[in-house]
């Protein structure tokens, strides 16, 4: 069975940090594309970025709202991805899922998702 | 622009037709894709490509695209497709619509 479990969710302090993982198993991890996707209290999903498989590169790309706080790395070796967070703001507060397009050309796989809650 | 705009809901009766359209400028060279979310759970890919449905994913759900729109449609919906559903443009961005609020009753 194809899954993924993300964890390291929890509560922090505006301009705190925290990282998430995202653990993936029953998939070639080395050749998934994994995504990182958002959803607020109440509103809708926002993408916030992706990782390419080290084969097509392996490189990051962040969603403008979190360039430059958010680092989006991973360790194939574990078939695990992560998501630094940092210079945390309230308006980061949300469920955070890890996700892939896997068998077809969309997301497909999903998380159950971790919370992140940021307040003081 | 990166935008994706779709009604904010739509309520319809057990058993009518459910459209939900999705304008913006990347669908005119991308491929769109639909989600399903309901309440506590994570999202569900129903469509992907524009037209195509995932396995597991029933005959009722269809996509078409039209230049800049796409629309997802629900025939003879149930009660049990009542959700939010979005819209996504598959490029670099990945962005996706502000949702739809789907009422069945």
């Known amino acids: 069975e194809v899954q993924l479990v993300e964890s390291g969710g929890g509560l922090v302090k505006p301009g705190g940090s925290l990282r998430l993982s995202c653990e993936a198993s029953?998939?070639?991890?080395?050749?998934?594309?994994m995504n990182w996707v958002r959803q607020a209290p109440g509103k809708g999903l926002e993408w916030i970025g992706r990782i390419k498989s080290k084969s097509d590169g392996g490189t990051a790309d962040l969603a403008t709202p979190v360039k430059g706080r958010f680092t989006i790395s991973r360790d194939d070796s574990k078939a695990t991805m992560y998501l630094q967070m940092n210079s945390l703001k309230t308006e980061d507060t949300a469920v955070y899922y890890c996700?892939?397009?896997?068998?077809?050309?969309?997301?497909?796989?999903w998380g159950q998702g971790t919370v992140v809650t940021v307040s003081s | 622009s990166d935008e994706l705009t779709q009604p904010p809901s739509l309520s319809v009766s057990p058993g009518q037709t459910a459209s939900i359209a999705c304008s913006g400028d990347?669908?005119?060279?991308?491929?769109a894709c639909w989600y399903q979310q309901k309440p506590g759970q994570s999202p569900v890919l129903v469509i992907y490509g524009d037209t195509r449905r995932p396995p597991g994913i029933p005959e009722r759900f269809s996509g078409s695209k039209s230049g800049k729109i796409a629309i997802l449609t629900i025939n003879g919906t149930q009660t049990t497709d009542e959700a939010d559903y979005y819209c996504?443009?598959?490029?670099?961005?990945?962005?996706f619509g502000g949702g739809t609020k789907l009422t069945v009753l």
């Open positions: 029953g998939l070639i991890f080395t050749k998934a594309w």
């Open positions: 990347k669908l005119g060279d991308k491929f």
């Open positions: 996504q443009a598959w490029d670099s961005s990945n962005v």
């Open positions: 996700t892939t397009p896997y068998f077809w050309s969309g997301l497909d796989i």
